[in-house]
Every structure is written in C-alpha cells, then in structure tokens.
C-alpha cells in the first residue's frame, strides 16, 4: 500500500496552523508575504513556504527592540 503524504495546504489550513483568521491568512498570501499558487480557483501553500514566513516574523522579531 502506497501512502500519499500532502505535499499542499489550503489557505484555512494554514491558518489553523498559525493560529490565525482565515482573512487575516487571505491577506498575507494577497500580499506576497505568503507564498503560494493558484490552482484553478484555490491558493495552494507549500509547507516550506509556511516555515518561510515564520522564520521571517521570528528574525523581525529579534531586530526590533521590545
């Protein structure tokens, strides 16, 4: 038996994984901070582009003084 794992998100997916509104998501894959691509009518997210984002927030994070 052959198990497919998911190599794309949804954009509710991703979401839910960063705890997240869905149109707050919508936004940042609106706006390019987001990578992802349209299939069809739907966005897809590939899980690197995910961690991307985060690694990126994180490191902002860092630079600015609290």
Do not use: C
């Not at 149109?23 to 991307?52: C, E, H, M």
Request: aromatic share 6%; glycine share 8%; no cysteine.
């Amino acid at each position: 038996m052959t198990v497919i794992t998911r190599r794309w998100h949804t954009t509710a997916e991703v979401a839910a994984m960063l705890g997240f509104g869905l149109s707050k998501t919508k936004t940042l894959v609106l706006t390019g901070q987001i990578r992802s691509v349209k299939v069809g009518r739907n966005r897809r997210i590939l899980p690197a582009w995910v961690d991307g984002y985060v690694q990126r927030v994180a490191a902002d994070a860092e630079e600015v003084p609290a």
